[in-house]
């Protein structure tokens, strides 16, 4: 069993930056990719970053490159979402996920088994 609490949601203006912050524990060994997911009133829920627990690769959506970024601490079990230039479109419920599959799509959202309770943000522009 693996418990994700994320933290560091807010509401912020356009252009801003806030920082998310996802804290592990439990068999956090079994795992092999951690993302961040997010999903807004009427839409689906979507991957927005992932990165491979064991190799440190890391993937974003499109719509995010070059304004988020991924990365862990595996010291201290915590990943982390850098959002930087941020647009009203990134306002979405974020949530924290872990995969203990070892080959998987990373944004699909079925291949992780373990998720948080998600944490609010919102851009106002």
């Known amino acids: 069993q693996v418990q994700l609490v994320e933290s560091g949601g807010g509401s912020v203006q356009a252009g801003g930056s806030l920082r998310l912050s996802c804290a592990a524990s439990?068999?956090?060994?079994?795992?092999?990719?951690m993302g961040w997911f997010r999903q807004s009133p009427g839409k689906e829920r979507e991957g927005v970053a992932i990165?491979?627990?064991?190799?440190?690769?890391?993937w974003y959506t499109d719509s995010v490159k070059g304004r988020f970024t991924i990365s862990q601490d595996s010291a201290k079990n915590t990943l982390s979402l850098q959002m930087n230039s941020l647009k009203p479109e990134d306002t979405a419920m974020y949530s924290c996920?872990?995969?203990?599959?070892?080959?998987?799509?990373?944004?699909?959202?079925?291949?992780?088994?373990?998720w948080g309770q998600g944490t609010q943000v919102t851009v106002s522009s």
């Open positions: 996920a872990a995969s203990v599959s070892r080959v998987i799509n990373v944004f699909r959202e079925d291949m992780y088994k373990y």
């Open positions: 990165i491979s627990t064991r190799t440190g690769i890391t």
């Open positions: 439990g068999n956090t060994f079994g795992t092999y990719y």
